[in-house]
């Protein structure tokens, strides 16, 4: 197991990666990928059980569901970097003839990834699948999806938290990545969702908090908490309260980073405030 | 020609059931979901025999569809149902998504499609779901004919790797097609050979074709019989071979002219062998209530229709 440490040099290198990729083609969505960053980085190197290699069921394994595709540059920087792809080919991000598309999907055959998403409000339904799936094979390993929160205003994800309660579907764990924006503004300006803990829990959720969502050490914590809730007949609920952009400052407080590149000097800051550790791609 | 005996109307939605009954017993995987409306597919043996294996999702099809999509992660293969408006045009973009993009391996089963489910009238009654589908790259589509037709189709996607649309209806039809055949995707069925006129006739209409063909008989025309069941890939090859034969065709769907079975031949024909052709299909209109007989007469749906376009085509020729 990584120590905390080296934890932090990853998230140090994925951050890299995410501003570099989304630089290398002027588009992309750095704000949502730098706060999952830490999340993304915990899951992958510390709480999931992965095997070698990959292959589409994923049986015997933990699975994880990225439901909020655009923040596709942290998750194929931890995918790569977790060796499921070359870390090379992230220099082909959103560019012609890429496996790397915009938002995540398995119609070029990446490595990692189980479900085109980016169509928001769709994640939560396929890990409910593949959680029933594990269920009907025997299978005990444990289903992960993340989710914005922006997103749950889409109506689907209501269908899918009502089924899960309903059905007691306890070997998933669903996390909200509470972050406070979205594309238009802040989530309590777009829409205010008022209180999303007590929507899950009024659904019947098991809901635990994980205050700081860019603390490596607390996002362990907070995963294995959520792991010891799991197959006590409730669906497993995280908000993961975190800052977009975090890490790089000029991209934090607001959402002004939401969907946007920076330019080349922007680029040199943010590189700046994030050591290379792991060798640039 | 070839005369063709009904064993007795029957509802295409119990070939469904039928169908899923056997695969219950042959194919462990299988699973089936269904959005509150298990009696109408039928689905009450599957999900008695089988409850760990039958999904009730409520009354929520989007749901359906994303967790179906999930289930084939796991090696499971998914038959998600519903009616056909609530399971294509309510669910377009989770089709979209996460089955057709993510070419995930999901049957969806569709009944009380066009406009014979009658009195429900026309929130219910779609005539644009075979475009949605076949619109979407890598996905089947398939609209058989009968009780028999449908049950046997109901199998053979089982073990058809990759997204498949299965359109079926709610009222009693003859059935006609050979019991316990074999289904081949994409290969359409020659039913009546002729020489005078192609029809090309899909779902409920293929009876109606047989029928239009024997008073077409009686009338000294000889008309070409071919059951379309496979919408997507279309059997190009019998299709051409048969206008090489009668230069002209007619085409019949419980659909819209626009993005049905009509609109996919007139391209196939366009690009390699232009003939005349006229559509027995609804035009660009929605339904209403009635009876399946009323509405199909008021639409221009029905033996008589289809008589009406092969003359007109004919005419043409």
């Keep these: 197991m990584p120590n905390t440490k080296q934890l932090e040099d990853f998230v140090s290198q994925v951050r890299r990666d995410i501003v570099r990729q989304v630089h290398g083609v002027s588009s992309g969505h750095p704000g949502g990928s730098l706060g999952c960053a830490e999340f993304f980085v915990a899951l992958y190197q510390e709480v999931m059980k992965r095997k070698e290699g990959f292959d589409m069921d994923g049986k015997d394994e933990d699975l994880f569901f990225l439901s909020n595709g655009h923040i596709s540059p942290v998750f194929y920087s931890v995918l790569a970097r977790s060796g499921y792809f070359p870390v090379e080919e992230l220099k082909t991000f959103r560019k012609i003839d890429s496996r790397l598309q915009g938002h995540p999907t398995t119609h070029e055959g990446l490595p990692g990834i189980r479900i085109a998403s980016g169509s928001l409000g769709q994640g939560m339904s396929v890990a409910l699948g593949a959680a029933q799936a594990k269920t009907l094979n025997g299978d005990d390993n444990l289903v992960y999806s993340l989710h914005g929160d922006g997103e749950l205003q889409e109506g689907q994800n209501w269908e899918a938290i009502l089924y899960a309660a309903g059905n007691k579907i306890d070997n998933l764990i669903s996390t909200i990545d509470l972050n406070g924006q979205q594309i238009d503004g802040s989530t309590d300006d777009v829409l205010n969702m008022g209180s999303v803990r007590a929507k899950f829990e009024a659904f019947g959720w098991d809901v635990l908090d994980i205050e700081k969502g860019n603390d490596i050490e607390a996002i362990v914590a907070g995963l294995n908490e959520a792991k010891s809730r799991t197959g006590k007949g409730k669906p497993v609920c995280i908000l993961l309260h975190t800052i977009m952009g975090h890490g790089v400052d000029f991209m934090m407080d607001g959402h002004a980073w939401h969907g946007k590149a920076p330019n080349d000097e922007q680029l040199e800051k943010a590189l700046a405030q994030n050591p290379e550790t792991l060798g640039d791609y | ?317």
């Design chain 2, 1 to 317: 020609m070839k005369k063709f005996t009904n064993s007795g109307n029957i509802d295409t939605r119990s070939g469904f059931g039928a169908g899923m009954d056997e695969l219950g017993e042959t194919h462990e995987n299988v699973v089936a979901l269904c959005a509150d409306l298990t009696g109408s597919l039928k689905l009450n043996d599957f999900a008695k025999n089988h409850p760990e294996r039958f999904f009730q999702t409520g009354i929520a099809e989007a749901n359906m569809i994303g967790m179906a999509a999930g289930m084939t992660i796991g090696g499971k293969v998914p038959y998600a149902t519903s009616f056909a408006n609530f399971a294509t045009g309510r669910v377009y973009d989770q089709i979209r998504q996460s089955v057709a993009y993510s070419n995930k391996n999901v049957k969806i089963c569709a009944s009380h499609a066009g406009l014979t489910l009658g009195e429900d009238g026309a929130t219910h009654q779609i005539l644009e779901d075979l475009g949605l589908m076949k619109m979407l790259p890598g996905m089947t589509v398939i609209n058989p004919c009968d009780f028999n037709q449908t049950k046997a189709a109901t199998k053979a996607i089982a073990d058809h790797e990759g997204p498949v649309y299965l359109r079926f209806g709610r009222p009693s039809v003859p059935n006609f097609t050979e019991a316990d055949g074999k289904f081949e995707i994409g290969k359409a069925l020659h039913l009546v050979e002729g020489s005078d006129v192609t029809i090309l006739a899909t779902g409920h209409l293929v009876w109606h074709a047989l029928e239009a063909a024997e008073e077409l008989e009686e009338k000294g025309i000889s008309a070409e019989v071919i059951n379309i069941h496979t919408i997507k890939p279309l059997d190009d090859e019998a299709i051409l071979n048969s206008i090489k034969k009668t230069r002209c065709v007619v085409t019949c769907e419980e659909h819209n002219y626009l993005g049905g079975l009509g609109e996919s031949v007139s391209g196939l024909l366009a690009k390699n062998d232009p003939v005349y052709q006229e559509f027995v299909a609804t035009n660009d209109t929605f339904g209403e209530s009635g009876t399946p007989a009323q509405l199909m007469e008021k639409y221009g749906l029905n033996t008589k229709s289809i008589v009406k376009a092969v003359n007109k085509v004919l005419a043409k020729k």
